[in-house]
C-alpha cells in the first residue's frame, strides 16, 4: 500500500524533531517497534501523543492544558536562562509577573470569564503570545500596561548597600 506524499511529509517532519530531541521521544525504543512492525516510528509517537492528551484533557480537562501551557515551557526557559546567565532572565521575569497579574485578575473576574466564548482557546492565544520569541507579548503588556500602572508606587532607586 503507497502512503500519500502529503502523509510522508509530516512522517518526515516529525521523524526529524524525534531525531532533534531523543531523548523526549523516547527514539530508540520507537526505533525498535519500528524494526519489529515494520511500521514508522512516527506513527507511534503521534498515536502516543494524541493518547496523552486525550487523557490530560479526561483527567483534568482544558483547565488542566492551560495551565500546562502557561507553566511548563516557560519555567524550562526560566531555567535554562538562569544557568546561562543570558539577557533572557529579563523576558521570563516579565512573563512570570504578567502572568500572574492575569492570573490574579482571572480570579478576581471569574464571573465574567463563564459569559466569554471561546476563553479556554483565547487564553492559550494569548499565554503562547506572551511568550513567542518573536512577540514577547508579555513585555509589550508590562511596558504598556503593568508598568505605568505600577512605577507611582514603587521605589526604583539604587539599594543602599550596607557598610
Known amino acids: 500500500m503507497a502512503i500519500p506524499p502529503q502523509v510522508e511529509q509530516v512522517i518526515a517532519k516529525v521523524d526529524a ?56 515551557y516557560p519555567a524550562y526557559m526560566s531555567f535554562k536562562s538562569m544557568d546561562s546567565g543570558s539577557q533572557d532572565m529579563t523576558q521570563w521575569l516579565t512573563y512570570w509577573v504578567v502572568f500572574s497579574f492575569l492570573s490574579i485578575l482571572e480570579n478576581l473576574l471569574g464571573f465574567l470569564v463563564d459569559f466569554i466564548p471561546f476563553y479556554t482557546w483565547i487564553k492559550i492565544g494569548i499565554i503562547v503570545w506572551m511568550y513567542h520569541p518573536s512577540t514577547m507579548g508579555a513585555k509589550t503588556v508590562y511596558e504598556q500596561g503593568l508598568r505605568p500602572l505600577l512605577l507611582p508606587y514603587i521605589d526604583v532607586s539604587e539599594p543602599k548597600k550596607a557598610d
Open 17 to 72: 524533531f524525534m531525531a532533534k530531541y531523543p531523548q523526549l521521544s523516547q527514539y530508540d525504543r520507537l526505533k525498535e517497534i519500528e524494526d519489529k512492525t515494520g511500521y514508522p516510528k512516527s506513527i507511534f509517537f503521534i498515536i502516543g501523543v494524541l493518547l496523552f492528551g486525550t487523557v490530560l484533557v479526561l483527567v483534568g480537562g482544558t483547565k488542566l492544558i492551560v495551565d500546562l501551557m502557561g507553566f511548563v
